[in-house]
């Protein structure tokens, strides 16, 4: 799962009635509090079974669970902003990610480097999204 606050919730784990063990879960609702895990660090939490009428009778499963960083995506962009001067624009991200440019002027781009130019007078906002592998992203 990707880092972010509130919770997760394990859900559709049968036979009903078990339990959760494990760092930040609610022993009946299964829900994580994600505040209290440590980014890219690896949990596992244990869902098991108890027959109360049969001594040591318990059965369990296990799941492993990591809270991924988002990306931290940043660019530089150099040349004149004027209107239909070239400026350059890179990416600067940290990581194997995937990105995408938007140029605010209906341009958009998938490349690490590009070459730009507006063709109208204006203020242009550019905004650059990263993904990671494990779906992550993040925008600045």
């Known amino acids: 799962i990707c880092e972010r606050n509130g919770v997760f919730k394990f859900t559709n784990f049968t036979p009903s009635g078990g339990l959760w063990s494990g760092i930040g879960i609610d022993s009946i609702s299964g829900a994580v509090d994600l505040i209290k895990l440590k980014k890219d660090t690896s949990y596992v939490f244990t869902y098991y079974l108890k027959d109360a009428a049969i001594a040591g009778c318990q059965a ?3 799941l492993t669970f990591i809270v991924h960083s988002p990306p931290q995506p940043t660019f ?13 624009i890179k990416n600067k991200t940290s990581g194997i990610n995937t990105i995408s440019f938007d140029l605010g002027d209906g341009t958009t781009s998938s490349n690490d480097s590009l070459t730009h130019a507006y063709k109208n007078k204006g203020i242009y906002s550019v905004i650059l999204e990263a993904k990671n592998a494990f779906g992550c992203k993040n925008n600045i």
């Open 60 to 62: 369990s499963d296990q």
């Open 76 to 88: 530089e962009i150099s040349g004149l902003s004027c209107t239909g001067e070239n400026i350059t």
